[in-house]
């Protein structure tokens, strides 16, 4: 079956993605749970690759194990844990698991996760994995060896940050994974919108697709510290007053959520929703924004 | 300069355990510098080991431990000493040290950890710009190093984590990209940093590495 994220692509539909995570243990009956309450909502579900460097199954078996259930996955790749021979054998393994799309990124620092003590790979960076990927699917790996068989193919995304200040530096990376090849963008989450729309504005002569990320508000308090401790991320004054007012957080956060989404929704070409935990509130949201 | 610090007087007291003679060894370079094993930490040590029951048979700050050479030679000549002795504690860095047991075949003790090479701000206060990458790509970068200055060593650009300019890693260190960006902005070349720096090659990197100068 073609993926659901190449034909929405192709077609310049509205792309609409979720993100689950990979068990920290060897029971994926949860997260398959998840993915499968997801799945009818959205188009494809990202799955992370030891988000924040938390150590979690890898998300190459977590993607396969819901392409063999029918759900698309798109496969987070970071280059935090891997040298350039472990990147390429697990692209490789993806393709055979049938799994379509992957999102290339850094990764989080060790530092800033459970194992600080780790050490940082980085053998190659975003941009270089993305055209990787793309030199892979021409028949040829890093060292130009030729591919045998049928080669992978592959929907290829990447992330941008675009509340970061400066910003420049920013678009200038964002150019370049353009250049490799990404196909796709999913930022980091937005909150405010003027923010956005200076980014949209300095990135207008990028031909890509950009799908906003929506973080749900879980309380005042998660909104603050988000804002002190999440680069890029900026949840303005009355989102957090509203959250802290309320007597239903999960109403309000439904509601500020699908809000987001209805003035996002002319600006971009997608968005991508991180529940954090609320899963079961993303349905809510979508019907809510009239998605 | 090669920044190195004193091991804790407890983990030093540990490496010494089963002998009571002491030979100290200090470098007259870097470690005098960074104040891990000069003249005056020498002295100290030789203090903290006497008051901790050792018996230290003698102290040598040598011009450059790494010199093996002239490690070898500086300790011969304080043979008696040496020979006395059950341990050399060394203060320089991890080059002199082993300079040292290349030189001795005593038990050779580590006084320091060696940290970075390092530049000098002011007396005191020391930072990594140059970590040894041997492919030096500052001509592309503004003169500002990513391998070194940004903390995953990225080639391409800064990665999400930046925030208000500041690393993901350290908020009190400058995002090495946004420095690059802005220094070869001011220099009306920024359209340097459009192109896609390939990936590293890490065979520069292979250890242990040398080098001799053809005659």
Known sequence: MPSQLVRK?????????????????????????????????????????????????TPLVASGLLVREG????????????????????????????????????????????????????????????QVIRRLEQGLDMAGKKLEGVLPKFCVGAVVNPGSDPLEPQIMKMEKKIDAGAEFFQTQAVYDLKSFENFL??????????????????????????????????????????????????AQSIEIAARLIKELKPMCQGIHIMPIGWDKLVPKVLDAAGL | MIVSTQKPLEQIMTALEGGKRVFIIGCAKCA??????????????????????????????????????????DLRSRREQVDEADFLLVLSCGAGIQSVAEASEKKVVAGTDSKFLGNIRRFGQFEQR??????????????????????????????????????????????????????????????????????????????????????
């Open chain 1, 9 to 57: 692509l192709a077609a310049n539909e509205f792309v609409i993605t979720a993100e689950i995570a990979p068990p920290r243990g060897g029971d994926t009956s949860g997260m398959l749970k998840a993915a499968a309450f997801l799945a009818p909502f959205v188009d494809a579900i990202n799955v992370t690759d030891n988000q924040g460097a938390n150590m979690r199954m």
């Open chain 1, 71 to 130: 759900i698309e996955p798109i496969m987070q790749l970071t280059c935090r844990d891997r040298n350039r021979l472990a990147l390429q054998s697990d692209i490789l393994s993806a393709a055979n698991f049938g799994i379509e799309n992957i999102l290339a990124l850094t990764g989080d620092h060790p530092k800033l996760g459970d194992h600080p003590h780790a050490k940082a790979v980085f053998d190659i960076d975003s941009v270089q994995l993305i």
């Open chain 1, 201 to 250: 504005s300095k990135t207008k002569h990028l031909k890509t697709t950009v799908i906003a990320g929506i973080v749900l508000l879980k309380s005042a308090g998660m909104a603050k510290y988000m804002n002190e401790n999440v680069a890029g991320i900026s949840v303005p004054d009355n989102l957090i007053n509203e959250m802290r007012d309320t007597k239903d957080k999960q």
């Open chain 2, 32 to 73: 005098t510098v960074c104040k891990a094993g000069g003249e005056e930490e020498v002295f100290r040590m030789q203090d903290a080991l006497t008051a901790a029951g050792k018996e230290v048979t003698g102290t040598i700050v040598i011009d450059e431990t790494c010199h093996m050479l002239r490690t070898g030679r």
């Open chain 2, 130 to 215: 140059c970590s040894l990458c041997g492919d030096c790509r500052l001509n592309d970068s503004g003169g500002v190093c990513p391998v070194t200055v940004c903390a995953k060593g990225l080639l391409n650009g800064p990665c999400g984590g930046m925030e208000d300019g500041a690393c993901e890693v350290d908020q009190n260190s400058r995002c090495a990209w946004v420095t690059i960006y802005e220094r070869l902005e001011r220099q009306q070349r920024v359209e340097r940093l459009d192109e896609i720096t390939p990936a590293r090659d890490f065979a520069h990197k292979r250890h242990p590495n040398s080098l001799v100068l053809e005659k």
